[in-house]
């Protein structure tokens, strides 16, 4: 269905109001995260899903547990080390979405 352009303003905080129609159609409730595409005079908005948390830290352990029974037990610093290297997966596969 297409709809005519509505004129929406910027407050002083940077901030604008997505038009309650488009809100309800595209299925924008409060805590839905957006991601903003940026070039020129242009602004694109996509509705993302993100994970509950617990299923990250599963993985997470996972892979923490099967390192651990081939070698020893892991210090904070390779821990540390894993937790981003997932993190730094999941900022590159959210970014395909």
């Known amino acids: 269905m ?31 995260k957006l991601l903003a595409y940026g070039e020129k005079d242009t602004i694109v908005l996509k509705k993302i899903k993100v994970p509950p948390m617990e299923i990250g830290l599963d993985k997470i352990f996972k892979r923490i547990d099967a390192r651990s029974k081939h070698y020893s037990k892991m210090t904070v610093k390779e821990i540390q080390k894993e937790i981003d290297a997932y993190r730094r997966e999941k900022r590159i596969s959210n970014r395909t979405v």
């Open 2 to 32: 297409k709809r005519e352009p509505e004129l929406i303003t910027v407050s002083s905080k940077g901030q604008v109001v997505i038009p309650q129609a488009l809100r309800h159609e595209i299925g924008i409730t409060p805590k839905t």
